[in-house]
């Protein structure tokens, strides 16, 4: 069974940044896709971006292109979010998750994926 700690969330204002961390345990991490989501009071679980188990390709929403960047450590068992010039749309509980399968298309439903941190929430005022 995988276990994922996600840290680094915070208040911040607007046009600044926040790097959230994602700790895996159990299983073979470097085996894995890794997806990033967000999710709002009264809202579905939206996708963020998403890595292949290499590092070789990542994946992100629209929203966030240019902005935030994804990144793993496969030696330390972790996955980043840099996110840069944050927006008060921003604001959300954000997610890491694991994926066992493989990527045949963009992996952007959150239904696909395994395991699931707890989240940690960024607020980003105006």
């Known amino acids: 069974q995988v276990q994922l700690v996600e840290s680094g969330g915070g208040l911040v204002q607007a046009g600044g940044s926040l790097r959230l961390s994602c700790a895996a345990s159990g299983g073979t991490f470097s085996s894995y896709g890794m997806g990033w989501f967000r999710q709002t009071p009264g809202k579905e679980r939206e996708f963020v971006a998403a890595?292949?188990?290499?590092?070789?390709?990542?994946y992100y929403a629209d929203s966030v292109k240019g902005r935030f960047t994804i990144s793993r450590d496969n030696a330390k068992n972790a996955v980043y979010l840099q996110m840069n010039s944050l927006k008060p749309e921003d604001t959300a509980v954000y997610h890491c998750?694991?994926?066992?399968?493989?990527?045949?298309?963009?992996?952007?439903?959150?239904?696909?994926?395994?395991?699931w941190g707890q989240g940690t929430q960024v607020t980003v005022s105006s």
């Open positions: 998750a694991v994926d066992f399968g493989v990527w045949y298309r963009p992996p952007i439903n959150s239904n696909q994926y395994d395991y």
């Open positions: 890595i292949t188990p290499s590092g070789g390709a990542a």
